[in-house]
């Protein structure tokens, strides 16, 4: 399977900040999800988003899609501490295949 | 109850030892994974079980052998592992393989002396 890449792999900011995570990928898809994880501990599913959506928003998270570019972006508004992880963009192919990871941001919230 | 629960939290076996990673879930759900993730690095699919038939196997090697007894239960047997075998292994289930959300449980930090 392809990994996808996600730009910036580390993202520094202050509280209160916005943070914006994209991810782009190679092959057409079913949907995208957005994970995040602290610690190397278990992954948290934030939101997914369909082949034939292109917004969607979960509290303070905004995600988009462009299928023609094959890319996604994941939008944190109002950061705060609790947010420090690694956040994973995750493609689910045409033909169920399992999810394919992108490498991942790691994201610190500085108080 | 929304929770995937794997054991042990930590593991240290030897190459010649023989041990087994558990995860149960009590979601209903029918299908149930187990990833791989070295430090630093996203998680790879290994195992993938579909109504209790394995359905996709990643070319794993044999040393890892995956189990599904049950709708809730998956185990991964271990057995002559090496050094570089060393991660953390996620089990992980969803509704069914259509496209859905997955549920991740704590993972099993495994060290391979």
């Known amino acids: 399977s392809q990994q996808g890449e996600e730009d910036p792999q580390a993202l520094s900011i202050q509280e209160g900040e916005n943070a914006t995570m994209n991810c782009s990928y190679k092959?057409?898809?079913?949907?995208l999800q957005w994970y995040r994880q602290n610690s190397g501990r278990g992954l948290v599913h934030l939101i997914l988003i369909r082949s034939n959506e292109r917004e969607k928003h979960s509290g303070r998270l905004r995600v988009t899609l462009d299928t023609s570019k094959k890319s996604s972006s994941l939008l944190i508004t109002a950061s705060r501490a609790a947010d420090t992880a690694s956040y994973f963009c995750a493609t689910d192919p045409l033909t169920p295949d399992g999810l394919t990871f992108g490498k991942g941001t790691h994201l610190i919230i500085q108080p | 109850d929304t929770e995937v629960t794997q054991t042990p939290k930590h593991l240290v076996m030897g190459m010649t030892n023989k041990k087994s990673l558990k995860c149960e879930q009590h979601?209903?759900?029918?299908?149930m994974y187990w990833y791989k993730q070295k430090a630093k690095k996203p998680p790879e699919l290994m195992f993938v079980?579909?109504?209790?038939?394995?359905?996709i196997n990643e070319s794993v090697p044999s040393r890892f052998s995956p189990e599904c007894p049950n709708s809730s239960l998956l185990n991964l047997h271990l057995h002559a592992l090496q050094p570089e075998d060393s991660a953390l292994y996620l089990c992980?289930?969803?509704?069914?393989?259509?496209?859905?959300?997955?549920?991740f449980g704590p993972g099993t930090r495994l060290t391979v002396l």
């Open positions: 979601m209903g759900h029918r299908a």
């Open positions: 092959t057409s898809i079913n949907n």
């Open positions: 992980a289930s969803s509704q069914d393989l259509a496209g859905n959300e997955q549920f």
């Open positions: 079980y579909s109504y209790e038939k394995l359905s």
